[in-house]
């Protein structure tokens, strides 16, 4: 039972990233996801999440450029991140969460710089 994260690299300023979370072993269905980054230096900070209900949260730096996919279907969720900025820089975690169980991914590393 894990989340495998993908869709980390290196971009330039004002390209797109797809950040994916999968699940392994088991399903999402239920479960709220919440993405986390944490930049150099800096504590880890909370950026988007989805809820059961598909309700979607995004702190404001990321409002109207970052948008949450849920696919049930393939157990994965992704967040596209478009418009991407220096700032955006960060270390990703996706994270599952429903009552009090909670699985993390691995993490992957989102570099954008000229």
């Known amino acids: 039972v894990q989340l495998v994260e993908s869709g980390g690299g290196l971009v330039q300023p004002g390209e797109s990233l797809r950040h994916s979370c999968e699940a392994s072993g088991f399903s999402l269905n239920g479960y709220g996801i919440i993405w986390h980054r944490q930049a150099p230096g800096s504590p880890l900070d909370w950026v988007a999440s989805i809820g059961g209900t598909n309700l979607q949260k995004y702190v404001d730096s990321v409002k109207c450029r970052f948008t949450i996919i849920r696919d049930n279907a393939k157990k994965a969720v992704y967040l596209q991140m478009n418009s991407l900025k220096p700032e955006d820089t960060a270390v990703y975690y996706c994270?599952?969460?429903?009552?009090?169980?909670?699985?993390w991914g691995q993490g992957t590393q989102v570099t954008v710089s000229s």
């Open positions: 994270e599952a969460t429903r009552l009090s169980t909670s699985y």
